[in-house]
């Protein structure tokens, strides 16, 4: 081959590198951006008559505040939820947990209890299970 055919070649795949590289920078920079879901704040709502001096302890309100329970039925219908990104279904609240599921972007679910450990308890395709509370988007469709 000439060296002329060679460049040719050459310089042909360096441009078809150069367009593929910047499809993929425009592809990363439009990529659709998740926002992150932080817990609700919540107040916990006694009855000063039925108040006794043990549950003013902070022993006593700190296991109080372990979980926040969600109520299934609001006046708009059931709390839902739906996946922000790609995520594991676990059988567990732990990243050490068996993976019950993978499900992709937009799944919907149930909200059972939102966890101040950062995990969501949920009911998907009939059983409970636990997903990352970072990965829920909360709705009430």
Known sequence: MKKNTINTILLSIIAILSISICF????????????????????????????????IQPETISA???TIPVETETAVGTMHGKTSTRVNIRDAASQDARVLHTVDEGTTFDILEIL????????????EAYISSDYVIITTE
């Open 24 to 55: 993929l920078i425009f592809c990363i920079a439009t990529r659709p951006r998740y926002v992150i879901v932080n817990e609700p704040e919540t107040a916990m709502i006694v009855e000063a008559d039925n108040l006794s001096e043990d549950l």
């Open 64 to 66: 109080m505040n372990d």
């Open 116 to 127: 101040n450990n950062g995990w969501t308890k949920i009911f998907y395709e009939g059983v």
